[in-house]
């Protein structure tokens, strides 16, 4: 694949050491501060059909503020991806996004979980302002930021807000539309579920 860069704060201990090791292999640089703090970790509780729910603590992640950004690391990059848990740091989130469109890049974002867009639907709702070329979301974050149970609805406000929207739909694969543009599904491949996590 190509080779990209994974912005944030490290933690401190072996397993952050064994974690930059193991996306250095797949030509993943680790770049951003570093604190004493532990690691993130993330507990993934996966019910016999396949179906997960997470539970995550942040650790040296939750640390990293505006100080920490430094916007010329964009200038090796063309394309910008954010991810929706940065919407605890609003602030930052917006400066990386202007940021990232002044570097001359292409900028994707993602809900990142359904609890995440219901706690801070407001400020989701002011990101989708800011210029973004392309959204990720699955059904339910669709339906919470969009206040529409209807698929279509949800894919017409989002397209019309963002250049390009993607929503995944599970083992039905996935509908985009770009704004003025019919929407085009994918099929999912299918597999016999057995673990759901990072499939999205």
Known sequence: GTPADLWGCLGSGPEAKSYADEMSK???????PSSTSS???CL????????RTMRTYCGAA?????????????????????????I???DLLCRMVRDAKSAGCSVSFDLGSFEVVRKSKDLF????DLGLDVIFCNEPEANMICGSKDLHECLQ????????A??????????????????????????????TTGAG
Not at 62 to 86: C, N, P, Q
Not at 157 to 164: D, K
Not at 170 to 194: D, F, L, N, W, Y
């Open 26 to 32: 797949i030509d993943v640089r680790c770049v951003g």
């Open 39 to 41: 690691i993130g970790q």
């Open 44 to 51: 993934c509780i996966v019910s016999p059909s396949g179906e």
């Open 62 to 86: 939750a640390e990293v503020s505006e100080k920490d950004w430094d916007s010329e690391v964009l200038r090796e990059y063309s394309h910008t991806h954010i991810e929706g848990y940065f």
């Open 88 to 90: 605890r740091n609003f």
């Open 125 to 128: 709702d002011s990101v989708l």
């Open 157 to 164: 406000y989002l397209s019309g807000r963002v250049a390009t």
């Open 166 to 195: 993607v929503i995944s739909l599970g083992e039905s694969g996935c509908i985009a539309m770009q704004s003025g543009r019919p929407a085009t599904q994918m099929e999912a491949t299918k597999v016999q579920c057995v673990d």
